[in-house]
């Protein structure tokens, strides 16, 4: 069988900071590869290289024989589709119009869509449940009919391999297993080559036939679903505690995470967490089995961090979906802080409608509480504000905040914290 993919020994960096070190694997026609790993272990960072956006500084990428780099964009572009992990689009054309932008590498110069390009999109938005939406303008659309409409888009190349940076992230839980369903489908039926990041460790395990596992920009466990995802994995990778039991239907692996037993101590320390767009999820975990006291904010309802809050029963500061913060939102995260023993913020992408939450920064600085912000060499990647949040950030006072590279490190700062938080208070 043929190769697709092959990727060798690539190694690829932000400044001094190595994202991906001698990641080495290659990946066979009509296979599903899922992506998965905490957050900051390189998995977008491997996404893009794969779609030549980012250059490995070593090391070389092979698709069907041909060092990726030497492709044309043009002829990349009918060979490999792309649905990126952020669906913000700025221009007024309607869905049916994007989703023919998909079209355009197979087109001429000059060229204009024929009948055939109009059949293939029509196709792709009949399968991702847009058709019904091909007359709206795409701005008008909400973060999950985005994500169905780009995965539309990328259809419409007829791509030899789909690479997706967390394609369930703003979906409802039905459209997640119907999107997931359908590449499967594609998978099996087509002989497309799917490789996708992932968070949701139960839907990689029951859609995925492999997984590549990150931690820390190196390949910690590659392999069937029954290889990769175990207990020990678990814990070593996100420094979780879980059982793995068995889908009654598929009997591919599925994760619980074991709540702490009865009696754990709970920590005096108030942490509020600033994050969005699915961030914070595994922090919030992390941090309420640890006995720690969690806040968030703000989150927009329905959002899955805003969702993973609510299930863990959290306090946040909240705001309408998809709207701006206003004013009163703003007001209840700087109560928040103002309460906190530190505050954390994450990989959160910011753009116009969040900008706030980076400037709350400031109120806690000026209140004495710590501050730790979450891998800031890669806020420039992740600032959509045409570079206010990265000005704001480093505008701040010098010592004022923190910065960390893996969330991981966040809990030894925590605890760390704690740790001298107890030591200082009267009578220890």
């Known amino acids: 069988m043929t190769v697709v993919l092959k990727v060798h020994d690539i190694e690829c960096r932000y400044g001094a900071r190595t994202v991906l070190d001698g990641i080495t694997f290659s990946v066979d026609p009509g296979t599903f ?20 956006t980012v250059k490995p500084s070593i ?15 043009k002829d990349l572009a009918k060979k490999v589709g792309v649905v990126p992990q952020d669906t913000r689009v700025d221009f007024t054309f309607t869905t049916e119009e994007v989703v023919l932008m998909g079209r355009h590498a197979h087109l001429g110069r000059f060229h204009v869509e024929g009948i055939r390009d109009r059949l293939v999109a029509q196709k792709a938005m009949e399968m ?24 539309a888009r990328a259809l419409t190349q007829e ?9 369930t992230a703003h979906l409802d839980i039905n459209y997640q297993v119907e999107i997931l369903s359908l590449l499967r489908k594609l998978v099996l039926e087509e002989k497309l080559t799917v490789i996708g990041v992932l968070h949701d460790l139960n839907l990689a395990s029951q859609f995925c036939q492999r997984l ?18 175990t207990p020990e994995h678990i814990r070593e990778v996100f420094r979780a505690e879980v059982g793995i039991a068995r889908h009654p239907i598929t009997g591919v692996p599925q994760v619980t995470l074991l709540t702490p037993k009865t009696g754990t101590e709970k920590s005096h320390l108030k942490v509020h967490l600033i994050g969005g767009g699915g961030v914070s999820g595994w922090m ?22 805003w969702q993973r809050a609510r299930d863990l029963g959290l306090i946040m500061a909240e705001e309408a979906p998809f709207s701006p913060i206003g004013d009163e ?6 109560e928040l802080i103002g309460e906190a023993g530190a505050v954390v913020m994450l990989q959160v992408p910011f753009g116009h409608g969040n900008l706030r939450n980076i400037e709350c920064l400031a109120h806690a600085i000026r209140l004495g509480v710590p501050v730790l912000v979450v891998s800031p060499d890669e806020l420039p990647q992740r600032d959509y504000t045409g570079g206010q949040a990265v000005e704001f950030l480093y505008s701040l006072p010098a010592g004022g905040w923190q910065g960390v590279n893996y969330q991981e490190a966040v809990l030894a700062f925590l605890a760390g914290l704690e740790s001298r938080t107890r030591v200082s208070e009267p009578g220890l």
């Open 212 to 229: 590549l596992l990150l931690h820390q920009g190196n390949i910690f466990a590659a392999g069937d679903p029954e290889e990769v995802i």
């Open 59 to 73: 090391g070389i990428v092979w698709l069907d024989g041909r060092d990726l780099s030497t492709i044309k964009v």
């Open 284 to 305: 919030m975990d992390q941090l309420a089995s640890r006995g720690y006291t969690v806040t968030a904010g703000v989150l927009n309802a329905g959002d899955t961090d």
């Open 159 to 167: 791509p030899q391999l789909l690479l997706l940076d967390e394609p």
């Open 33 to 52: 590869l899922g992506v998965i790993g905490p957050n900051g272990s390189g998995k977008s960072t491997l996404i893009k290289t794969l779609a030549a």
């Open 329 to 334: 939102a703003y007001r209840r995260n700087l």
């Open 128 to 151: 991702t449940d847009t058709w019904g939406l091909r007359h709206r303008p795409v701005t008008h659309l909400s973060g999950g009919e985005r994500q169905r409409v780009l995965l």
